[in-house]
């Protein structure tokens, strides 16, 4: 299990490296690691704060793609605090999702620095459908905190059985169409009828970055 959690991880190595922002690039990857300076490797060539959640198997996985960069990779969690999980790959990119629901990023180039999703997210969870409302923070190129509102239709849009590692599971398709005075975006995400937590997302992180696809992954 540790091997295969060492060779996939390795997907995302390199990752944000494929950021046009290096400027961005570079602030996103000291904010995941508090610090500035170059990380050292241990001997199976992680940063040590990565290389602890590796040999810890008992930390979840999940599967990160990044649609308009084809790429692919294994994340594991590294932290919950007040309900938001810090999910690590091993070139040390990050995600912040609350519930299954994208609330941050870091080192992928223009970050979503933070946001709000306790309208959407409690809509999408229950079941029920219509409008609510989000806000989102993002790091623009001359290093400012630009802040949107978006106006958002939830619908439940039927079933859907997946296949994904951790086996097949039964879930309900929702889908959350979001406008703000600029921008425009649809995210899915797929809940399980069994646990009622979101087991794979479609999830837009902002015009440089776009969709990001998130899957429950085995260990």
């Known amino acids: 299990m540790i091997l295969r959690a060492l060779t996939l991880g390795l997907c995302l190595a390199g990752l944000s490296a494929c950021s046009e922002s290096k400027g961005l690039l570079a602030r996103g990857v000291a904010v995941a690691v508090d610090d500035d300076s170059v990380v050292p490797k241990t001997s199976q060539g992680f940063p040590p704060r990565f290389a602890a959640l590796v040999e810890d198997t008992?930390?979840?996985?999940?599967?990160?793609?990044v649609?308009?960069?084809k790429q692919t990779g294994r994340m594991l969690r590294e932290a919950r605090v007040n309900g938001v999980d810090t999910w690590l790959s091993s070139d040390l990119t990050a995600l912040m999702l609350e519930d299954g629901m994208l609330q941050g990023t870091r080192g992928l180039g223009s970050e979503l620095f933070a946001a709000d999703v306790s309208e959407p997210k409690a809509m999408i969870l229950s079941g029920r459908g219509g409008y609510s409302d989000r806000l989102h923070s993002n790091l623009t190129g001359t290093d400012e905190i630009s802040t949107r509102?978006?106006?958002?239709?939830?619908?439940?849009?039927?079933?859907?059985?997946l296949a994904l590692e951790i086996g097949a599971v039964a879930t309900?398709?929702?889908?959350?169409d979001c406008k703000s005075l600029d921008q425009s975006f649809r995210n899915t995400?797929?809940?399980?009828?069994?646990?009622?937590?979101i087991v794979q997302a479609r999830q837009w992180a902002g015009d440089e970055v776009g969709y990001l696809m998130t899957k429950a992954a085995a260990r």
């Open 58 to 65: 008992s930390i979840p996985a999940l599967l990160l793609t």
């Open 189 to 197: 995400y797929w809940v399980s009828v069994n646990s009622g937590a």
């Open 67 to 69: 649609e308009n960069r």
């Open 149 to 161: 509102a978006y106006r958002c239709l939830v619908e439940t849009q039927g079933s859907a059985t």
């Open 172 to 176: 309900r398709k929702v889908t959350e």
